[in-house]
């Protein structure tokens, strides 16, 4: 089975930027999707950003929620199997805890929870004003 673990977590002030980074124990073969989501006090999951090893049928490898377009960026390593959340621009509504979750297939629904399979133990991201 597939073990994830994230770092690069922390405190930090608006404005500022953090790399969380995530590392998968599978090295045989590349994971189809790997995603980021997050989940704040009180709230549900909330997808963040999601990419495919290759490009998929809808034309593209990424994919990210409306919140963080334009500030966050992932990034992945194929051969490694890493994935990586850059994020610039923090705010303090993005504090929560941070998870790496992994699928072995393309397709949709990329930005559900229910469809990954892997999900790595969360590191903590806060966001002071």
């Known amino acids: 089975q597939v073990q994830l673990v994230e770092s690069g977590g922390g405190l930090v002030q608006a404005g500022d930027s953090l790399r969380l980074s995530c590392a998968a124990s599978?090295?045989?073969?590349?994971?189809?999707?790997m995603a980021w989501f997050r989940q704040a006090p009180g709230k549900e999951r909330e997808f963040v950003a999601a990419?495919?090893?290759?490009?998929?049928?809808?034309?593209?490898?990424?994919y990210y929620a409306d919140s963080v377009k334009g500030r966050f960026t992932i990034s992945r390593d194929n051969a490694k199997n890493a994935a990586y959340l850059q994020m610039n621009s923090l705010k303090p509504e993005d504090t929560a805890v941070y998870y790496c979750?992994?699928?072995?297939?393309?397709?949709?629904?990329?930005?559900?929870?229910?469809?990954?399979?892997?999900w790595g133990q969360g590191t903590q991201v806060t966001v002071s004003s």
């Open positions: 979750a992994a699928r072995n297939y393309f397709g949709t629904y990329y930005d559900a929870p229910s469809a990954y399979n892997y």
């Open positions: 599978e090295r045989t073969f590349s994971i189809p999707t």
């Open positions: 990419i495919a090893s290759a490009i998929t049928y809808s034309g593209s490898s990424t």
